[in-house]
């Protein structure tokens, strides 16, 4: 679904909105509302008999997105994005990123100030300390500029310390930056950090899955995490302490399959006790560079690799040979029609798991033989 130009949200982003402003109504919750009526039109229109059924919604739920079905709350939060500067998209959107509708509780709608854009797919999240030490900071920036010069996104959250410093490597480095926060995008928390977020906006993309209002109450960064980590193929805890909201963080990371990496730091630093145990306990893997991360990134760290150090070229088209594959490379090519196809086709039609082919899929973008299209749809660029 795309978004009229000027428009705050789409008409379907309106709707998906209006489930999202419902007491009590989150992404498991809609997950399982859509599994039974298939489709947002279908659910806002059922009784609150049939809502009540489904699994995990119950009277209260139903009454309240019945509630929600009669008031204006959506259209006066998409008037008040207008006036701040903000798009909200769904999960039928266009712009919706297509590894967030792949993790367990994608967010049912996403506030945007700034651009999201494909490339955003192959991204790295760091995160770590906001009390961090001068090497912490150092590292944060270091990483974050050498990640962006050589392509990657760079997805943090805004907070004090490691996130910040992180974001301002990837800035200085003239590359692209997402700060996922956890308050509404009608502030800017901290707010030494607000000149930080126009920058970040200009050069990437500021988002949350909370109204507009919200406030950064420390109930909401678990939620935030989330994101950061879903927008990711992989994250680096730079520094950490014994109890640090980083490590929750790169546990996360684990159960929703991407890579850990953690910066080693002094052994006699209690900023680094969290991440030096990661390592010592094989929870996360040793990054001293950017290529240590490059290699563990397998075929996607290979393709940087190259591309940063090959001049650009053009896909081939037509009858030209395909690049090398691996086998599960070969079969989610087979599984890609030269027409546009939905994610789950593709799955199954090579039998993979939903992370094997998302990421596989990055790879054949890459390589420049798939293309990924609105509606988080893929064809072949290329044939064999």
């Not at 760091?126 to 150092?138: F, K, L, N, P, S």
């Not at 678990?222 to 109890?243: Q, T």
Request: glycine share 10%; net charge neutral; aromatic share 4%.
């Amino acid at each position: 679904m795309a978004q009229e130009p000027g428009q705050p949200a789409s008409p379907v982003a309106v709707k998906y909105l209006r489930l999202q402003l419902a007491r009590h109504v989150g992404p498991v919750v809609l997950r399982r509302l859509l599994e039974r009526f298939r489709n947002i039109d279908a659910v806002l229109a059922a009784s609150g008999d049939q809502l009540a059924r489904v699994k995990g919604v119950g009277p209260e739920r139903a009454r309240a997105i019945l509630e929600a079905r009669q008031q204006d709350q959506a259209e006066r939060e998409t008037a008040r994005a207008a006036e701040y500067g903000v798009r909200i998209v769904c999960l039928e959107d266009a712009d919706y990123p297509a590894s967030l509708r792949h993790i367990p509780d994608s967010p049912i709608c996403l506030y945007v100030r700034g651009t999201l854009q494909r490339e955003d797919a192959v991204a790295v999240a760091m995160v770590g300390a906001r009390r961090c030490t001068h090497y912490g900071c150092e590292q944060a920036r270091r990483f974050g500029a050498a990640l962006a010069g050589a392509g990657f996104t760079v997805v943090s959250g805004l907070a004090r310390g490691i996130d910040g410093y992180s974001h301002e490597g990837a800035l200085a480095a003239g590359g692209r930056t997402l700060a996922v926060l956890g308050n509404g995008l009608a502030h800017v928390y901290p707010p030494e950090h607000t000149e930080l977020a126009e920058r970040v906006a200009a050069s990437g993309a500021l988002l949350t899955e909370l109204p507009l209002e919200t406030a950064p109450e420390a109930t909401n960064f678990p939620r935030r995490n989330r994101i950061i980590i879903g927008l990711s193929l992989g994250v680096i805890v730079v520094e950490a302490g014994r109890r640090s909201g980083a490590l929750i963080t790169a546990r996360l990371a684990s159960e929703y399959n991407r890579e850990v990496f953690a910066v080693p730091g002094r052994l006699d630093s209690h900023a680094s006790f969290g991440t030096n145990t990661m390592i010592r306990d094989g929870q996360a893997k040793l990054v001293a560079c950017l290529e240590d991360v490059l290699d563990e990134l397998g075929e996607v760290g290979r393709i940087t690799r190259r591309a940063a150090s090959e001049p650009a070229e053009t896909p081939a088209a037509g009858d030209a040979p395909l690049p090398r594959l691996s086998t599960e490379q070969e079969l989610v090519w087979n599984a890609v029609p030269a027409q546009p196809t939905d994610l789950a086709s593709i799955c199954r039609g090579c039998g993979l798991s939903v992370g094997t082919v998302t990421s596989t899929l990055t790879v054949l973008q890459l390589k420049g033989i798939v293309q990924q299209l609105p509606g988080d749809r893929f064809a072949r660029r290329a044939g064999p």
